[in-house]
Nanobody, 125 residues
């Protein structure tokens, strides 16, 4: 399995939007559920969202429900995280990862295998 690559991070003001992308250059994301995690300075890595492969079912952390939307384009081997109404507390490095299964059956770090290097999201006025 190859390396995941995140992109789309940046500096935005509160209330603005960003779309993160997670791509898999040279290999397929077929048969993997894909998750997004984030890690703020001085804090542990927390699950944000996950999308299954088999039925595109999704999971969101309570802190982002109604603001973030995860989607996938299997033909492009890319998973997206649309983040709206961003808040300063969303500031973190965001990572994507392949789940060990094709469904989001667990949302902890140990449920995921390959990880990307992360992309920084900063929400500040």
């Amino acid at each position: 399995q190859g390396q995941l690559v995140e992109s789309g991070g940046g500096l935005v003001q509160p209330g603005e939007s960003l779309r993160l992308s997670c791509s898999a250059p040279g290999f397929t994301l077929d048969y993997y559920a894909i998750g997004w995690f984030r890690q703020a300075p001085g804090k542990g890595r927390e699950g944000v969202s996950c999308i299954s492969y088999s039925d595109d079912s999704t999971w969101y952390a309570d802190s982002v429900k109604g603001r973030f939307t995860i989607s996938r384009d299997n033909a492009k081997a890319t998973v997206y995280l649309q983040m709206n109404s961003l808040k300063p507390e969303d500031t973190a490095v965001y990572y994507c990862a392949t789940h060990l299964r094709d469904v989001c059956s667990g949302h902890g770090i140990d449920d995921f295998g390959s990880w990307g290097q992360g992309t920084q999201v900063t929400v500040s006025s």
